[in-house]
Protein backbone atom coordinates (compact mmCIF):
# COMPACT_ATOMS: atom_id res chain seq x y z
CA UNK A 1 0.00 0.00 0.00
CA UNK A 2 0.93 3.37 -0.82
CA UNK A 3 0.19 7.16 -1.00
CA UNK A 4 -0.59 6.64 -4.87
CA UNK A 5 -3.09 4.03 -4.63
CA UNK A 6 -5.19 6.50 -3.53
CA UNK A 7 -6.75 9.22 -5.41
CA UNK A 8 -4.61 12.38 -5.58
CA UNK A 9 -7.05 14.74 -4.58
CA UNK A 10 -7.33 12.86 -1.32
CA UNK A 11 -6.99 14.84 2.21
CA UNK A 12 -4.55 13.23 4.25
CA UNK A 13 -4.75 14.94 8.06
CA UNK A 14 -4.39 14.75 11.94
CA UNK A 15 -7.08 15.93 14.06
CA UNK A 16 -7.09 17.69 17.62
CA UNK A 17 -9.17 19.27 19.63
CA UNK A 18 -9.39 22.96 21.41
CA UNK A 19 -10.10 21.68 25.28
CA UNK A 20 -8.13 18.98 24.75
CA UNK A 21 -4.56 20.50 23.84
CA UNK A 22 -4.76 24.24 24.48
CA UNK A 23 -4.77 24.83 28.07
CA UNK A 24 -4.49 28.70 28.47
CA UNK A 25 -7.93 28.40 29.87
CA UNK A 26 -7.32 31.08 31.80
CA UNK A 27 -5.93 33.40 29.13
CA UNK A 28 -6.90 35.82 26.28
CA UNK A 29 -10.66 36.35 27.83
CA UNK A 30 -11.53 32.78 27.94
CA UNK A 31 -14.48 32.40 29.74
CA UNK A 32 -15.19 29.19 31.92
CA UNK A 33 -16.30 25.47 29.88
CA UNK A 34 -18.10 22.97 31.49
CA UNK A 35 -15.03 20.72 31.06
CA UNK A 36 -13.09 23.41 33.34
CA UNK A 37 -15.96 22.96 35.65
CA UNK A 38 -16.71 18.97 35.31
CA UNK A 39 -12.48 18.23 35.81
CA UNK A 40 -12.11 20.57 38.61
CA UNK A 41 -15.13 18.83 40.52
CA UNK A 42 -13.51 15.63 42.77
CA UNK A 43 -14.00 11.88 40.99
CA UNK A 44 -15.13 13.04 37.46
CA UNK A 45 -11.59 12.73 35.98
CA UNK A 46 -9.17 10.36 36.80
CA UNK A 47 -6.22 11.91 39.51
CA UNK A 48 -7.92 14.63 38.95
CA UNK A 49 -6.30 15.95 35.87
CA UNK A 50 -7.55 18.92 34.04
CA UNK A 51 -7.30 20.67 30.28
CA UNK A 52 -5.66 23.66 32.40
CA UNK A 53 -2.53 23.38 30.68
CA UNK A 54 -2.96 20.16 28.38
CA UNK A 55 -0.43 20.37 25.53
CA UNK A 56 0.02 24.31 26.25
CA UNK A 57 -0.49 24.71 22.31
CA UNK A 58 -2.28 28.12 23.15
CA UNK A 59 1.43 29.52 23.20
CA UNK A 60 3.02 26.00 21.09
CA UNK A 61 0.93 26.22 17.45
CA UNK A 62 3.82 26.86 15.84
CA UNK A 63 6.06 23.71 16.78
CA UNK A 64 2.56 21.70 16.49
CA UNK A 65 1.88 23.17 13.28
CA UNK A 66 5.63 22.37 12.13
CA UNK A 67 5.55 18.84 12.94
CA UNK A 68 2.42 18.46 11.01
CA UNK A 69 3.69 19.92 8.60
CA UNK A 70 6.73 17.64 8.52
CA UNK A 71 4.32 14.60 8.75
CA UNK A 72 3.35 15.23 5.12
CA UNK A 73 -0.37 16.12 5.96
CA UNK A 74 -2.70 18.59 3.50
CA UNK A 75 -5.13 19.45 5.63
CA UNK A 76 -5.45 19.80 9.63
CA UNK A 77 -8.67 19.56 11.91
CA UNK A 78 -9.05 21.68 14.64
CA UNK A 79 -11.71 23.19 17.12
CA UNK A 80 -12.66 26.52 18.43
CA UNK A 81 -13.19 26.78 22.14
CA UNK A 82 -16.55 28.65 22.35
CA UNK A 83 -15.71 30.00 25.60
CA UNK A 84 -12.71 31.92 24.02
CA UNK A 85 -14.96 33.57 21.65
CA UNK A 86 -18.01 34.79 24.09
CA UNK A 87 -17.55 35.34 28.01
CA UNK A 88 -21.50 35.53 28.53
CA UNK A 89 -21.46 36.90 32.13
CA UNK A 90 -19.27 39.97 30.90
CA UNK A 91 -20.98 40.56 27.37
CA UNK A 92 -23.08 39.51 24.43
CA UNK A 93 -20.14 40.46 22.11
CA UNK A 94 -17.55 38.34 20.47
CA UNK A 95 -14.04 38.53 22.28
CA UNK A 96 -12.07 39.93 19.82
CA UNK A 97 -8.73 38.52 21.88
CA UNK A 98 -10.22 35.19 21.12
CA UNK A 99 -11.19 35.47 17.27
CA UNK A 100 -7.51 36.85 16.98
CA UNK A 101 -6.11 34.05 18.70
CA UNK A 102 -7.89 31.47 16.04
CA UNK A 103 -6.70 34.22 13.09
CA UNK A 104 -3.23 33.69 13.87
CA UNK A 105 -4.13 29.81 13.94
CA UNK A 106 -5.64 30.14 10.91
CA UNK A 107 -2.92 32.35 9.11
CA UNK A 108 -0.51 29.43 10.40
CA UNK A 109 -1.76 26.73 8.79
CA UNK A 110 -1.88 28.48 5.26
CA UNK A 111 1.36 29.33 5.46
CA UNK A 112 3.00 25.38 6.29
CA UNK A 113 0.26 24.44 2.93
CA UNK A 114 -2.57 22.55 5.76
CA UNK A 115 -5.83 23.35 4.90
CA UNK A 116 -8.07 23.73 7.87
CA UNK A 117 -10.83 22.56 8.90
CA UNK A 118 -12.31 23.87 11.49
CA UNK A 119 -15.07 22.19 14.35
CA UNK A 120 -17.52 24.37 15.69
CA UNK A 121 -18.51 21.76 18.40
CA UNK A 122 -16.04 20.13 20.07
CA UNK A 123 -17.89 19.44 23.90
CA UNK A 124 -16.51 22.76 25.46
CA UNK A 125 -19.82 24.21 26.07
CA UNK A 126 -19.42 27.42 28.28
CA UNK A 127 -20.62 27.01 31.80
CA UNK A 128 -22.53 30.37 31.53
CA UNK A 129 -25.34 28.61 28.90
CA UNK A 130 -25.16 25.46 31.21
CA UNK A 131 -26.25 27.27 34.01
CA UNK A 132 -29.52 28.11 32.05
CA UNK A 133 -30.14 24.31 31.14
CA UNK A 134 -27.22 23.97 28.67
CA UNK A 135 -28.32 21.94 25.06
CA UNK A 136 -31.45 20.94 26.70
CA UNK A 137 -32.37 24.34 26.79
CA UNK A 138 -33.69 25.91 22.99
CA UNK A 139 -31.92 29.08 23.27
CA UNK A 140 -28.68 27.55 23.68
CA UNK A 141 -29.59 26.56 19.98
CA UNK A 142 -29.83 30.26 19.13
CA UNK A 143 -26.69 31.25 20.92
CA UNK A 144 -24.80 28.79 18.83
CA UNK A 145 -26.08 30.26 15.56
CA UNK A 146 -24.53 33.33 16.99
CA UNK A 147 -21.83 32.04 18.10
CA UNK A 148 -21.07 30.47 14.08
CA UNK A 149 -21.82 33.74 12.52
CA UNK A 150 -19.28 35.38 15.00
CA UNK A 151 -16.55 32.78 14.09
CA UNK A 152 -17.19 32.87 9.83
CA UNK A 153 -17.73 36.23 9.66
CA UNK A 154 -13.64 36.65 11.23
CA UNK A 155 -12.40 33.26 9.52
CA UNK A 156 -14.85 32.30 6.33
CA UNK A 157 -12.80 34.24 3.70
CA UNK A 158 -10.04 31.42 4.85
CA UNK A 159 -11.36 28.34 6.18
CA UNK A 160 -13.41 26.26 3.44
CA UNK A 161 -14.47 23.09 5.18
CA UNK A 162 -16.80 23.30 8.41
CA UNK A 163 -17.69 20.89 10.70
CA UNK A 164 -20.45 21.50 13.07
CA UNK A 165 -20.88 19.10 15.79
CA UNK A 166 -18.23 16.77 16.98
CA UNK A 167 -19.97 13.39 18.06
CA UNK A 168 -23.45 14.38 19.34
CA UNK A 169 -24.05 10.72 20.89
CA UNK A 170 -21.27 11.50 23.18
CA UNK A 171 -22.16 15.10 23.99
CA UNK A 172 -26.19 14.14 24.63
CA UNK A 173 -25.36 10.67 26.08
CA UNK A 174 -22.17 10.63 27.78
CA UNK A 175 -22.90 13.80 29.33
CA UNK A 176 -26.34 13.86 29.70
CA UNK A 177 -27.28 10.35 30.21
CA UNK A 178 -24.30 8.06 31.51
CA UNK A 179 -22.96 11.70 33.49
CA UNK A 180 -19.11 10.38 32.96
CA UNK A 181 -18.29 13.37 30.66
CA UNK A 182 -19.44 16.93 31.07
CA UNK A 183 -21.58 18.29 32.43
CA UNK A 184 -22.01 14.88 34.08
CA UNK A 185 -25.65 14.26 34.55
CA UNK A 186 -27.66 11.07 34.73
CA UNK A 187 -30.95 11.99 32.74
CA UNK A 188 -32.11 9.94 29.94
CA UNK A 189 -35.00 12.21 29.27
CA UNK A 190 -32.72 15.78 29.55
CA UNK A 191 -30.25 13.80 27.15
CA UNK A 192 -32.37 12.83 24.04
CA UNK A 193 -33.91 16.50 24.27
CA UNK A 194 -29.64 17.36 24.02
CA UNK A 195 -29.40 15.15 20.96
CA UNK A 196 -32.43 17.21 19.50
CA UNK A 197 -31.22 20.57 20.00
CA UNK A 198 -27.36 19.14 19.33
CA UNK A 199 -29.21 18.72 15.74
CA UNK A 200 -30.93 21.60 15.41
CA UNK A 201 -28.19 23.56 15.86
CA UNK A 202 -26.39 22.01 13.25
CA UNK A 203 -29.25 22.57 10.25
CA UNK A 204 -30.03 25.87 11.64
CA UNK A 205 -25.93 27.14 11.52
CA UNK A 206 -25.20 25.91 7.96
CA UNK A 207 -27.18 28.62 6.12
CA UNK A 208 -25.46 31.15 8.33
CA UNK A 209 -22.03 29.01 7.26
CA UNK A 210 -22.84 29.59 3.45
CA UNK A 211 -23.71 33.26 3.98
CA UNK A 212 -19.97 34.33 5.78
CA UNK A 213 -17.99 31.57 4.09
CA UNK A 214 -18.27 31.51 0.21
CA UNK A 215 -17.71 28.30 -1.54
CA UNK A 216 -17.87 26.27 2.48
CA UNK A 217 -18.42 22.64 2.47
CA UNK A 218 -20.45 21.32 5.56
CA UNK A 219 -20.94 18.32 7.33
CA UNK A 220 -21.04 17.12 10.66
CA UNK A 221 -18.66 14.51 12.22
CA UNK A 222 -20.55 11.50 13.68
CA UNK A 223 -19.43 8.89 16.17
CA UNK A 224 -20.73 5.68 14.11
CA UNK A 225 -20.50 1.89 15.10
CA UNK A 226 -21.09 -1.39 12.97
CA UNK A 227 -23.02 -3.71 14.75
CA UNK A 228 -23.84 -7.46 15.01
CA UNK A 229 -26.34 -9.65 17.10
CA UNK A 230 -24.58 -11.65 19.95
CA UNK A 231 -26.82 -14.89 18.43
CA UNK A 232 -29.35 -15.20 15.64
CA UNK A 233 -32.21 -14.63 18.44
CA UNK A 234 -34.71 -13.39 17.42
CA UNK A 235 -34.15 -11.35 20.43
CA UNK A 236 -31.24 -10.35 19.86
CA UNK A 237 -31.92 -8.96 16.58
CA UNK A 238 -34.29 -7.11 17.39
CA UNK A 239 -32.03 -5.78 20.16
CA UNK A 240 -29.03 -4.84 17.75
CA UNK A 241 -31.57 -2.70 15.72
CA UNK A 242 -32.84 -1.12 18.76
CA UNK A 243 -29.09 0.07 19.80
CA UNK A 244 -28.83 0.94 15.53
CA UNK A 245 -31.89 3.35 16.44
CA UNK A 246 -30.69 5.20 19.21
CA UNK A 247 -26.26 4.84 18.39
CA UNK A 248 -26.72 5.12 14.60
CA UNK A 249 -29.86 6.10 13.11
CA UNK A 250 -31.34 8.45 15.88
CA UNK A 251 -28.79 10.69 13.99
CA UNK A 252 -28.11 9.69 10.51
CA UNK A 253 -32.37 9.45 9.52
CA UNK A 254 -32.69 13.43 10.76
CA UNK A 255 -29.54 14.59 8.83
CA UNK A 256 -30.98 12.68 5.83
CA UNK A 257 -34.33 13.85 5.70
CA UNK A 258 -36.01 11.10 7.28
CA UNK A 259 -36.71 12.61 10.93
CA UNK A 260 -36.59 10.15 13.86
CA UNK A 261 -36.61 6.78 13.63
CA UNK A 262 -40.33 5.72 14.30
CA UNK A 263 -39.86 2.49 16.23
CA UNK A 264 -37.08 3.99 18.12
CA UNK A 265 -39.71 7.06 19.35
CA UNK A 266 -41.91 3.89 19.95
CA UNK A 267 -40.01 2.82 22.66
CA UNK A 268 -38.78 5.85 24.35
CA UNK A 269 -42.40 6.68 24.52
CA UNK A 270 -42.64 9.91 27.27
CA UNK A 271 -38.96 10.09 27.12
CA UNK A 272 -38.91 11.41 23.45
CA UNK A 273 -37.67 14.78 22.48
CA UNK A 274 -40.13 17.83 22.01
CA UNK A 275 -39.80 18.24 18.41
CA UNK A 276 -41.12 21.97 16.73
CA UNK A 277 -42.87 22.64 13.56
CA UNK A 278 -40.02 23.09 11.48
CA UNK A 279 -37.41 21.74 13.46
CA UNK A 280 -37.36 18.50 11.21
CA UNK A 281 -37.03 20.58 7.81
CA UNK A 282 -34.21 22.71 9.12
CA UNK A 283 -32.25 19.46 10.63
CA UNK A 284 -32.04 17.96 7.29
CA UNK A 285 -30.60 21.11 5.53
CA UNK A 286 -28.42 19.62 3.11
CA UNK A 287 -24.55 19.42 3.91
CA UNK A 288 -21.70 18.52 1.45
CA UNK A 289 -20.10 15.55 3.29
CA UNK A 290 -20.35 13.19 6.48
CA UNK A 291 -17.98 12.80 8.87
CA UNK A 292 -17.29 9.53 10.45
CA UNK A 293 -15.66 9.04 13.52
CA UNK A 294 -14.51 5.19 12.95
CA UNK A 295 -13.35 3.06 16.78
CA UNK A 296 -14.53 0.10 16.96
CA UNK A 297 -17.73 -2.34 16.35
CA UNK A 298 -19.86 -3.42 18.77
CA UNK A 299 -22.33 -6.69 19.34
CA UNK A 300 -25.76 -6.25 21.10
CA UNK A 301 -27.58 -8.77 22.92
CA UNK A 302 -31.49 -8.62 24.54
CA UNK A 303 -31.36 -7.63 28.24
CA UNK A 304 -34.23 -7.92 29.57
CA UNK A 305 -34.93 -4.96 32.74
CA UNK A 306 -31.82 -3.24 31.14
CA UNK A 307 -33.60 0.21 30.65
CA UNK A 308 -35.71 1.80 28.50
CA UNK A 309 -33.72 -0.35 25.25
CA UNK A 310 -33.76 -3.53 27.01
CA UNK A 311 -30.35 -4.22 25.81
CA UNK A 312 -26.68 -4.57 26.55
CA UNK A 313 -23.29 -4.21 24.75
CA UNK A 314 -20.94 -7.97 24.67
CA UNK A 315 -17.40 -7.86 24.73
CA UNK A 316 -16.24 -10.79 22.74
CA UNK A 317 -13.52 -12.91 23.92
CA UNK A 318 -10.09 -13.66 22.62
CA UNK A 319 -10.40 -10.19 20.27
CA UNK A 320 -7.83 -7.69 19.72
CA UNK A 321 -7.74 -4.90 21.63
CA UNK A 322 -6.50 -1.09 22.46
CA UNK A 323 -4.94 0.02 25.69
CA UNK A 324 -8.40 1.23 25.76
CA UNK A 325 -10.03 -2.33 25.90
CA UNK A 326 -11.75 -1.55 22.07
CA UNK A 327 -12.11 -3.95 19.74
CA UNK A 328 -8.98 -3.66 16.78
CA UNK A 329 -11.66 -4.07 13.92
CA UNK A 330 -10.22 -2.77 10.28
CA UNK A 331 -12.88 -4.55 8.47
CA UNK A 332 -15.60 -2.90 10.61
CA UNK A 333 -15.35 0.57 8.93
CA UNK A 334 -15.89 -0.96 5.50
CA UNK A 335 -18.95 -2.79 6.75
CA UNK A 336 -19.83 0.23 8.51
CA UNK A 337 -19.09 2.71 5.55
CA UNK A 338 -20.60 0.28 3.08
CA UNK A 339 -23.74 0.39 5.19
CA UNK A 340 -23.61 4.19 5.32
CA UNK A 341 -23.57 4.65 1.62
CA UNK A 342 -26.19 2.09 1.13
CA UNK A 343 -28.75 3.92 3.24
CA UNK A 344 -28.17 7.18 2.88
CA UNK A 345 -25.94 8.21 -0.40
CA UNK A 346 -23.58 10.43 1.89
CA UNK A 347 -21.95 12.89 -1.49
CA UNK A 348 -18.72 12.58 0.23
CA UNK A 349 -17.16 11.14 3.46
CA UNK A 350 -14.52 12.01 5.34
CA UNK A 351 -12.73 9.77 8.05
CA UNK A 352 -12.68 12.57 10.62
CA UNK A 353 -11.56 10.12 13.03
CA UNK A 354 -9.79 6.87 13.02
CA UNK A 355 -6.87 6.04 15.82
CA UNK A 356 -5.78 3.98 19.11
CA UNK A 357 -3.97 4.23 22.80
CA UNK A 358 -1.44 2.12 24.01
CA UNK A 359 1.35 1.96 26.91
CA UNK A 360 3.71 4.15 25.30
CA UNK A 361 7.04 3.46 26.97
CA UNK A 362 10.01 5.85 25.92
CA UNK A 363 13.26 3.96 25.98
CA UNK A 364 16.42 5.84 26.99
CA UNK A 365 17.42 7.07 23.43
CA UNK A 366 14.08 9.28 23.57
CA UNK A 367 12.68 7.02 20.88
CA UNK A 368 9.03 5.64 21.04
CA UNK A 369 8.11 1.94 19.46
CA UNK A 370 4.66 1.82 19.11
CA UNK A 371 4.25 -0.92 17.09
CA UNK A 372 0.64 -1.76 18.08
CA UNK A 373 -0.42 2.05 16.90
CA UNK A 374 1.10 1.53 13.17
CA UNK A 375 -0.29 -1.87 12.61
CA UNK A 376 -3.58 -0.08 13.69
CA UNK A 377 -3.01 2.84 11.61
CA UNK A 378 -1.92 0.23 8.14
CA UNK A 379 -4.77 -1.54 8.58
CA UNK A 380 -7.18 1.06 8.92
CA UNK A 381 -5.47 2.69 5.91
CA UNK A 382 -5.51 -0.27 3.85
CA UNK A 383 -9.58 -1.05 5.12
CA UNK A 384 -10.28 3.11 3.45
CA UNK A 385 -8.21 1.85 0.77
CA UNK A 386 -10.55 -0.82 0.08
CA UNK A 387 -13.50 1.12 0.21
CA UNK A 388 -12.09 3.86 -2.15
CA UNK A 389 -11.66 0.99 -4.31
CA UNK A 390 -14.85 -0.37 -3.88
CA UNK A 391 -15.89 3.43 -5.60
CA UNK A 392 -17.42 4.42 -1.96
CA UNK A 393 -17.33 8.40 -1.94
CA UNK A 394 -14.89 8.10 0.44
CA UNK A 395 -12.18 11.57 0.57
CA UNK A 396 -9.64 12.23 3.54
CA UNK A 397 -8.62 10.30 6.09
CA UNK A 398 -7.70 12.16 9.60
CA UNK A 399 -5.60 10.81 12.10
CA UNK A 400 -6.58 10.94 15.61
CA UNK A 401 -4.43 12.91 17.07
CA UNK A 402 -1.49 14.78 16.22
CA UNK A 403 -0.62 14.82 19.51
CA UNK A 404 -1.05 12.99 23.01
CA UNK A 405 -3.54 15.19 25.24
CA UNK A 406 -6.21 15.55 27.21
CA UNK A 407 -8.60 12.33 27.05
CA UNK A 408 -11.53 13.80 28.58
CA UNK A 409 -12.21 11.58 31.67
CA UNK A 410 -9.30 9.48 31.43
CA UNK A 411 -7.23 12.50 31.71
CA UNK A 412 -4.02 11.72 30.72
CA UNK A 413 -3.95 8.45 31.58
CA UNK A 414 -4.67 7.67 27.53
CA UNK A 415 -2.08 8.21 24.67
CA UNK A 416 -4.16 8.14 20.78
CA UNK A 417 -1.10 10.97 19.16
CA UNK A 418 1.36 9.86 16.73
CA UNK A 419 3.12 12.54 18.32
CA UNK A 420 4.24 12.15 22.38
CA UNK A 421 3.85 14.81 24.27
CA UNK A 422 5.91 14.93 27.58
CA UNK A 423 3.37 16.34 30.27
CA UNK A 424 5.71 17.47 32.42
CA UNK A 425 8.18 19.65 30.09
CA UNK A 426 5.62 19.66 26.97
CA UNK A 427 8.44 18.61 24.94
CA UNK A 428 7.27 16.68 21.66
CA UNK A 429 9.03 13.49 19.72
CA UNK A 430 7.75 11.68 17.16
CA UNK A 431 6.72 8.22 17.44
CA UNK A 432 7.23 5.10 15.14
CA UNK A 433 3.94 5.39 14.24
CA UNK A 434 4.37 8.91 13.54
CA UNK A 435 7.53 8.39 11.68
CA UNK A 436 5.24 5.71 9.41
CA UNK A 437 2.61 7.99 8.89
CA UNK A 438 5.15 10.61 7.62
CA UNK A 439 7.02 8.57 5.09
CA UNK A 440 3.66 7.17 3.81
CA UNK A 441 2.63 10.45 2.87
CA UNK A 442 6.40 11.28 1.74
CA UNK A 443 5.87 8.06 -0.43
CA UNK A 444 9.19 6.80 1.36
Same mark, same amino acid.
Given at each position: ?216 ? *?? #??? /?? @?????? +?????? !? =? &?? %? ?119 ? *?? #??? /?? @?????? +?????? !? =? &?? %? ?59
Amino acid at each position: MQRSDFPKDFRWGCSTSSYQIEGGIHEGGRSESIWDRFANTPGCVKEGHTGEVACDHYHRWPEDFDIAKQLGVNAYRFSIAWPRIFDYSKSSSPNVAGLDFYDRLVDGMLARGLEPWATLYHWDLPQHLQDQGGWANRTTVEAFVNYTDAITRRLGDRIQHWITHNEPWCTAFLGNKEGCHAPGLKDFKVALQVSHHLLLSHGLAIPVIRQNSPNAK *VG #AAL /SL @HPLSPA +SASAED !L =A &AT %LRHDGLRNRWFLDPLYGRGYPQDIVKVLGNLAPTVLEGDLKAIAEPTDFLGVNYYFPEIVAHAPGQGVMQLTVVEPEHVERTGFNWQVAPDGLVRLLSRVVKDYAPAHIFITENGSTYDDV *VL #ADG /SI @HDSQRT +SFLQRH !L =A &AV %LETVKSDLPVRGYFAWSLLDNFEWAEGYLKRFGLTHVDFQTQKRRLKASGEWYRDFLQGK
